[in-house]
Each structure stands twice: as structure tokens, then as C-alpha cells.
């Protein structure tokens, strides 16, 4: 046909012949007709004019840099160093994907137990897996696992929970029957104690999040935790980890399972991924048995020589699908391993340092958002804020995208109870000079709206 834009393009019928079919349509018979759709891509090109119209076309996107974004809700514009990137793209980890046959990978081995090590110390729990896919299938583990360890069938979660997640945790749990009870949230914007007393009756777990999807932090992480352990749930809690140099880590305020982000940490945006899934759980056996996905763990071998191992691997590629405590099919390595090289660049002091240029700018974010916007949630807020404006939000952040700033994520079509609500955020990245000019073209925005 002419279009050759990969090699084997020219052998297209005697591919067909050798698996046995006459043509594509043969090929694809058993796809409904409704899915298939015909992209009419142009006559061939040579390899160098597919590249410079690709490139016409990328050269329309905008970085963060030239326009700077507000938006947050899961998706943050982190420093990188520049070495992070470097080291994961050595060929020791970039073709290492997942080590089936482990032990002969011991480079890989190693960085994993490494990055495990490393988030056990941040989150405060002994028992670390390798990673699993993002924070929201992590949490939807964590919903099946507390099912699987108390016998129980109701999991509760915030009403505040972000959307992507609530998706996630309901296509997770549709399957084992699980009821998802929500808890509402109080005039704070955090969990509603009284209305969870109510509900934890039958509960296999208890789940809140540090910060919270408001950005707020939870002022009663202890109570509800004894809440969840006086009914007999698990207390599971959903972490940013770049808060963890600059408060108490979940495990040392009863939290029983840890999960989160960790592609904050070592990762650009990527237009949104890959991630990783951080997934701990305390050293109780009970729990360590229905832990999902795979455990690295060092040993020495017949020589005595240090050396590392798959500990742990419960996942259905391993043993009996009946048997398995998860379907997850790989973890997110080359992820973790970047997260891991960027807290051990950090250390300590450059975790906390972090975290205090992160609340600083959050700080004087607010306040300069507020001469333009109500923000109805009052206390610490860590990275997003939720700021109600008098006009549509969506006229507003149009107009923003005209001239080169980013909004926030628009509230009303998940929550209409919080009418004209966005959700903006700020990071360690966010320069004095953007939120200035956030302000300023906000204000002119609706004023204009308003003659």
C-alpha cells in the first residue's frame, strides 16, 4: 500500500500467510465493526519527513516552564536531578523490567531492596514490596487485603476522595463484592469523626489520606486510627511522601498499612505516568502473608557472600490464581529505583528542606489567592489548596489557558456541593513571580466578567 513506516511494512502478506489468514480485515474479524476505526495516514514518507512533522506537531505542546501550571490533584511539577535521570537509564536498569529469574539479576535486587528500605524508614512500617502501580491501585489492594484479613466485606473511605481513585477502588472491589462506605467530610474539610463512628461497624478497613485530596492535613490521624483498631479494621493510610520530612510518619500514629506515590519523588510528569505504588504494611504476620505483589529481601549465599533475593511473591504469575492475594502483573521498577536514587540524594535534611519550601509556597500562595478568591477550608494545607471564585470556574481558567497559565482542577462536576470550586496547587518549583501573576490576570478576569 505504500506506507512503509516500519520495516516489515512490505511483508504485510506474507505475515498474513504465515499465521493463516488472507487478509487484515480476516485478521481482526473477531473485533466489532463499531471499534475499528480506519486512520487514513498519508502515503509513505521517508523516516526523515515523519520526523520533522512529528516534531511540528510536539513543538505545539508547552512545558510547565512556559506555561506554568496550577493544576495539582495528583499531578505535581517536582524538581528532578538531573543525575536521577542519568543513573536510570544505564542499561542495568533501564532493560532489567521485572527479574523472573531473580537471583541472576542482583543489580536490580539490590536497588529494589534498597527503595524499600528507604520508604519503610520515610513511612514508618517495617515491611516494604517492590512497588505496585500507582497510588490508587495501591489503595484498592489495600482495600482487598483488609477484606482478606479480617473476614470482612465493607472498606470505608472519605467522601473527599479523589475521583480517579474512587473509580479505581470500585472496579477493584466490584468483583469480591466489597461495599465501599463513604465518610463525609466536616466544616474543616476533613474527616467527619462522628459521622464514622456511625459507620465502622463491619468494617475491614479504614482508609484517610496525608494530605487529604483538599490538601488539607488531618488534624485527627491518632483518634481515627483507634477508631479503626477498637472496631477491628485496619487503619490504612494514603501518603505524599514529600510531606514525610516534615511531620510524624503514618506508622508512628497507628497506621497499620501505608500507600501512596512514590513517582513524586525521582519522576517528571510524563503527561501523567508511569508511577509507582508505595505499599508497606507493619510486621505482623497475618498481614504480611496477604500483602500483594513481591518482596525483595537479602541473604547471604553457600559462600557466605551477601546477597539478594525475591523474599516474597504471592502474585498470580508465582503461585495457584486461587491462591494469589493480587493479579498485578509487574511492578513499576525502573519507578521505584528513580525514587529511591532521589531519597537517598535527599537524605534527611533535603526530605525536610523540601517539605518546607513545599508549605512556605503554599503559605503565600493562599494568601495572595485569597484577595481574589474564598478559600472555605480552614487550616494547613500542603500543596492544594480548594479556592471558590463568584464567577463559573471554567470561564475563568479558559481564559487563564489564553494568556499561558495553567489553572487548577475544576471541583463542581465531582463535588457540586462546593459550587465554583477549583483545586490549585503549588510545589517546591513554584516561583513567586507565577502566583503574582496568577492573581493578577484572575482578578482582571473577573472584573472583566463582571462589567
Not at 106 to 135: H, K, P, R, T
Request: overall charge negative; glycine content about 8%; proline content about 4%.
Amino acid at each position: 500500500m505504500g506506507r512503509h513506516y516500519i520495516p516489515n511494512s512490505g511483508h504485510k502478506e506474507e505475515m498474513l500467510c504465515e499465521i493463516g489468514f488472507k487478509s487484515i480485515a480476516d485478521l481482526f474479524s473477531d473485533v466489532p465493526e463499531s471499534f475499528v476505526k480506519e486512520f487514513n495516514l498519508p502515503e509513505g514518507k521517508s523516516e526523515y519527513e515523519v520526523f520533522l512533522e512529528m516534531n511540528e506537531i510536539l513543538n505545539k505542546n508547552k512545558s510547565v516552564l512556559e506555561m506554568p501550571t496550577f493544576l495539582g490533584a495528583g499531578a505535581y511539577f517536582h524538581y528532578v536531578p538531573a543525575h536521577v535521570k542519568y543513573l536510570i537509564e544505564r542499561s542495568e536498569f533501564i532493560t532489567s523490567y521485572t527479574p523472573y529469574q531473580a537471583e541472576i539479576s542482583q543489580g536490580m535486587l539490590q536497588a529494589l531492596f534498597e527503595y524499600q528500605s528507604l520508604i519503610g524508614e520515610l513511612v514508618g512500617l517495617e515491611i516494604v514490596n517492590a512497588s505496585m502501580y500507582d497510588w490508587g491501585t495501591a489503595m484498592a489492594e489495600a482495600a482487598l487485603m483488609s477484606a482478606r484479613v479480617t473476614r470482612k466485606k465493607k472498606f470505608i473511605v472519605p467522601e473527599h476522595l479523589h475521583p480517579d481513585r474512587k473509580k479505581i477502588l470500585h472496579t477493584y472491589t466490584a468483583g469480591p463484592g466489597l461495599e465501599i462506605e463513604y465518610v463525609r467530610w466536616n466544616e474543616k474539610g476533613q474527616v467527619d469523626i462522628e459521622d464514622l463512628k456511625e459507620k465502622v461497624t463491619g468494617a475491614a478497613g479504614i482508609y484517610i489520606e496525608v494530605p487529604n485530596f483538599f490538601g488539607l492535613i488531618e488534624e485527627q490521624i491518632k483518634e481515627i486510627g483507634e477508631i479503626a483498631h477498637e472496631s477491628g479494621a485496619l487503619f490504612v493510610v494514603g501518603v505524599d511522601p514529600t510531606i514525610l520530612g516534615i511531620m510524624e510518619a503514618p506508622g508512628e500514629l497507628g497506621a497499620d498499612v501505608v500507600v501512596g506515590e512514590a513517582s513524586f519523588l525521582g519522576s517528571a510528569l510524563n503527561f501523567g505516568g508511569p508511577r509507582a505504588g508505595i505499599f508497606a504494611v507493619k510486621n505482623e504476620r497475618k498481614i504480611l502473608r496477604q500483602m500483594p505483589g513481591r518482596v525483595i529481601g537479602m541473604t547471604k549465599d553457600a559462600d557466605g557472600k551477601r546477597g539478594f533475593v525475591m523474599t516474597l511473591q504471592t502474585r498470580e504469575q508465582h503461585i495457584r490464581r486461587a491462591k494469589a492475594t493480587s493479579n498485578i502483573c509487574s511492578n513499576e521498577a525502573l519507578v521505584a529505583v528513580a525514587a529511591a536514587i532521589h531519597m537517598a540524594t535527599l537524605g534527611p535534611k533535603g526530605l525536610q528542606k523540601l517539605g518546607e519550601i513545599i508549605l512556605k509556597n503554599t503559605k503565600y500562595f493562599k494568601k495572595r489567592i485569597s484577595e481574589v478568591a474564598e478559600i472555605p477550608f480552614d487550616g494547613i494545607n500542603f500543596k492544594d489548596v480548594v479556592v471558590k471564585f463568584e464567577i463559573p470556574y471554567d470561564v475563568i481558567h479558559e481564559e487563564l489557558l489564553k494568556r499561558n497559565i495553567h489553572g487548577g482542577f475544576y471541583l463542581k462536576p465531582h463535588f457540586p456541593e462546593l459550587e465554583e470550586s477549583a483545586l490549585l496547587a503549588v510545589t517546591e518549583t513554584t516561583r513567586k513571580e507565577w502566583i503574582d501573576a496568577l492573581v493578577i490576570n484572575t482578578r482582571e478576569i473577573i472584573n472583566e466578567a463582571e462589567l
